[in-house]
């Protein structure tokens, strides 16, 4: 499996600002994605970073309100910009392991905006 | 395309007695599967998966699920609930192994003692 870490665990934001989360993985890995989990919802997908070019984003999701950085193989950042308080919600890292065909997730940064 | 389809929203059951968690997907091809279980305030943790080999898969904690082709089924099963089971549950496809996958709206677990 992989460990990661992801920083701030949670924030309290007011709107209008912007805030950047990291993910950090104890390994080297090609693929990262990004995730939404907005309350009591299930997850969704953003966008995938891959290492040396530019992150793939999913439908309804632009890289203007979510930048995202993946400067080397075990590093991503997740900016929020422009907050308000729809973008209150979870925000999750993942990492693709390839030899067990598996996605390990990151314990989260829970996010509020006032 | 592929989707997922979890049943229940919410199922409560009797510490002690066994556990379903129903699961249906839709895929275009042979899908790989996926149950994470989610503690409240936690992160997401992989519970079991299915990857075309043995039909029926075996997880952490004592938790289980058989993979069934013509029923488009992934349930997920536990003889015996445990306290600590007491959770959100996702199960998760995909068509393409692993990369791009799709979450189910979650099933939450409630536990009574």
């Known amino acids: 499996s992989a460990v990661i870490s992801q920083k701030p665990s949670r924030d309290i934001c007011q709107r209008g600002t912007s805030l950047t989360i990291q993910c950090q993985v104890d390994?080297?890995?090609?693929?990262m994605f990004w995730y939404r989990q907005q309350p009591g919802q299930s997850l969704t997908l953003i966008a995938t970073?891959?290492?040396?070019?530019?992150?793939?984003?999913e439908s309804g999701f632009v890289i203007d309100k979510f930048p995202i950085s993946r400067p080397n193989l075990t590093f991503s950042t997740l900016t929020v910009s422009n907050m308000s308080p729809e973008d209150s919600s979870i925000y999750l890292c993942?990492?693709?392991?390839?030899?067990?065909?598996?996605?390990?997730f990151g314990p989260g940064t829970r996010l509020l905006v006032l | 395309a592929q989707s997922v389809t979890q049943l229940d929203s919410h199922v409560s059951v009797s510490e002690g007695t066994p556990v379903l968690l129903r699961c249906n997907y839709s895929?275009?091809?042979?899908?790989?599967l996926f149950w994470y279980v989610q503690h409240p305030n936690k992160g997401l943790q992989l519970l079991l998966k299915?990857?075309?080999?043995?039909?029926l898969v075996k997880g952490i904690n004592g938790f289980e699920a058989e993979f069934k082709k013509s029923e488009t089924s992934f349930h997920l099963t536990k003889p015996s609930a445990h306290m600590s089971d007491a959770a959100e549950y996702f199960c998760?496809?995909?068509?393409?192994?692993?990369?791009?996958?799709?979450f189910g709206t979650g099933t939450k677990l409630q536990v009574i003692p």
């Open positions: 993942s990492v693709e392991v390839p030899v067990q065909e598996t996605q390990y």
């Open positions: 390994s080297q890995v090609t693929m």
């Open positions: 970073a891959n290492q040396g070019s530019e992150a793939t984003y």
């Open positions: 895929s275009s091809y042979s899908p790989s």
């Open positions: 299915y990857t075309s080999a043995a039909t």
């Open positions: 998760v496809v995909s068509d393409t192994g692993y990369q791009k996958v799709t």
